[in-house]
């Protein structure tokens, strides 16, 4: 299940915490105050009743309700033989006088027209006249009602005051949390640019966040530091490798050249074309060194496309191909191209590379360029083994091979493709690739006018 964010998760413990606390808060805050009205009704109710036990006398063997008064306390105050015939005193209007005598009761009704009454029946014994009930009616007072229905705006207002204090917390938190948003933007335009001499920004080096930075930094500047030393070893291998690799391919022309022993001939030619190889590795290597510095200048030309492209089929490499592979190209005469030269021929001599690599003995290699009115379109596509559907989005990572390369005889090392992307990068081209796995890949770069 996917986490929410940190924010919500906030917000929603929050708003939690703050329900729990307000409904516990309503909930004490109405009991209390209800019990509280309903002890001094009660108390009226029973301080009246009292008073009509201490003031029923019998007089010359009669019963005297004389003193005995029918409102009193803002009770209503009667009395009852035990049939329920009323004796003595009154009811208010509203109350139902078929309503049953329970012995001491405290009852509550409400009614439609939101009055409220407390009523209480008690049964007495008089002695030698039986026994009566006794019942006490007292009205709940505007006042109790008043604070009743306050109480209830109260809690009315405790949940809208719920909400806008989940929104202001909602708000607060993202506005609490936005600098590590912004930490993660930049940590991700470090990690996805591959430009490790970026630093995050410190704005408070004494804060929670300005200490995480400063961290994050020195972790950077470690790295950094790490890139660097593992960079120039593999410039300063390639580098010393450069010279003797060119006299182990001279002295193998030379010993060819004194030699008609067909065996050693094989030999030789074996020894350089891994020389060869190697040469084209270092020098692969010795450019990817290169383009880890980001202040890279590019040394524009204008350049004649198929010139160039006629230029570097006719060399010996393309022209006598192992595999036999026949390039056919589909270029009007005069396309012209701005871009840096040496960069720009190690870029088709990849791409042209990998179609033999990867091509089928006797197949054909295509290069083609179209434009129109927004960009101009160079494609180089084979008919070769293609690549399956799971690399294409990885072929252009640092040391990527798919497994067609494994039966490439050390031919393949998983470095030309992160070079052409670098150079179309530096450009600011863009190069797409789509292939069918036994069928043919093609690469089409784009170059906005
Ligand atoms: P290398 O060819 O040295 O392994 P690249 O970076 O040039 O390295 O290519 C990366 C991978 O992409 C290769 O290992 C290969 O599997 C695949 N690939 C590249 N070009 C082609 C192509 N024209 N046809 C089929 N597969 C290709």
Redesign the pocket.
């Known amino acids: 299940m996917r986490k929410s964010s940190i924010v919500k998760r906030i917000t929603t413990w929050y708003a939690l915490l703050m329900l729990v606390v307000i409904a516990v808060m309503i909930l004490f805050v109405s009991i209390v105050s209800q019990t509280l009205v309903k002890q001094e009704l009660r108390n009226d109710l029973m301080s009246s009743l009292q008073h009509v036990k201490e003031n029923i006398t019998v007089d010359r063997g009669y019963l005297d309700f004389d003193e005995v008064e029918t409102f009193r306390n803002q009770t209503y105050l009667s009395i009852y033989d035990e049939y329920g015939n009323i004796y003595h005193g009154q009811i208010p209007r509203i109350f139902d006088i078929e309503t049953p005598f329970i012995d001491k009761k405290m009852t509550e009704v409400t009614y439609s027209n939101e009055e409220k009454i407390l009523y209480y029946d008690e049964l007495i014994e008089i002695e030698g006249f039986g026994n009566f009930w006794l019942r006490g009616v007292i009205f709940y007072t505007s006042l109790q009602l008043s604070l009743q229905r306050t109480i209830n705006l109260f809690s009315f207002a405790l949940l809208i005051m719920l909400i806008l204090i989940t929104l202001g917390g909602y708000y607060l938190t993202k506005r609490a949390l936005k600098p590590i948003d912004t930490l993660r933007l930049a940590a991700n335009k470090i990690g996805g640019g591959k430009n490790l001499q970026l630093r995050l920004d410190v704005k408070n080096q004494q804060d929670e966040l300005g200490r995480l930075s400063g961290t994050f930094n020195m972790m950077l500047d470690r790295l950094e530091t790490a890139f660097q030393h593992e960079e120039q070893f593999s410039h300063d291998i390639s580098h010393e490798l450069k010279t003797p690799l060119a006299v182990i391919m001279l002295e193998v022309e030379s010993l060819k050249a004194q030699t008609k022993d067909q065996n050693m001939i094989d030999s030789l030619n074996l020894i350089y074309e891994k020389a060869h190889q190697m040469q084209s590795l270092t020098s692969q290597l010795l450019l990817l060194a290169r383009s880890n510095n980001s202040d890279i200048k590019l040394d524009l030309e204008v350049i004649d496309l198929k010139e160039l492209i006629d230029t570097m089929l006719s060399s010996f490499e393309y022209a006598e191909n192992s595999k036999n592979i026949k390039f056919e190209i589909n270029i009007e005469d005069n396309t012209i191209i701005k871009a840096d030269m040496n960069l720009c021929i190690r870029l088709l001599e ?1 791409l042209l590379g ?2 033999i ?2 091509g089928k003995d006797n197949g054909t290699t295509f290069i083609e360029a179209h434009q129109d009115t927004e960009a101009m379109y160079i494609s180089i596509s ?1 008919n ?4 399956k559907e799971k ?1 294409i989005d990885k ?1 252009f990572n640092r040391l ?3 497994d ?2 494994k039966s490439n005889n050390g031919q ?7 070079i052409v992307k670098w150079i179309v990068d530096l450009h600011d081209w863009e190069i797409t690739v789509d ?1 069918k796995y036994g069928i043919g ?1 093609k690469f089409e770069i784009t170059i906005p006018l």
């Open positions: 990849n990998n179609s690599k990867y084979d070769g083994i293609g690549i690399h072929i990527y091979q798919a067609n390369a393949s090392h998983g470095l030309g493709l992160a292939s890949t």
